[in-house]
């Protein structure tokens, strides 16, 4: 009966880690048409002195980049294009997905290995 609460462990960590991680990546196209692209929910701004900055639902409103500084913010962010040195996306990371489905995979492997030993004492 012990194998039974291992599966279902296990298939809850499979669901979580098949949400996807998200990962910034940085566009080479300008930031004028990727903002004309849909589906974009958030942006990394860098600034000309490094600074980074995030615009969640970001839309362009004449030269500037206008959005929210979180994903829940009600206040408005404007951001000018002129200030804008690279811009990023959020995209879903396969390869950091499968690393951490394969390490919770690992995880409960050891953990039901463990638990197995122990069944002797």
């Known amino acids: 009966m012990r194998a039974v609460p291992g599966r279902m ?3 809850m960590a499979l669901a979580l880690a098949g949400t996807g991680c998200r990962a910034w990546h940085v566009e080479s196209v300008p ?3 990727l903002l004309r692209q849909p589906g974009v929910e958030a942006v ?3 600034r000309f002195d490094k600074s980074k900055v995030e615009i969640w639902d970001p839309t362009l409103q004449g030269d500037s980049i206008v959005g929210h500084p979180t994903e829940r913010a009600i206040a408005r962010l404007v951001m ?3 200030q804008v040195e690279t811009i ?3 995209k879903k990371s396969v390869g950091r997905t499968l690393l951490i489905g394969f390490g919770i995979i690992g995880a409960i492997t050891v953990y039901a290995l463990l638990q197995e030993l122990n069944q002797g004492y």
């Open 88 to 90: 990023a996306i959020r």
């Open 9 to 11: 462990a296990a298939m």
């Open 31 to 33: 930031p004028k048409e």
């Open 80 to 82: 000018p294009l002129a």
């Open 44 to 46: 990394r701004v860098t």
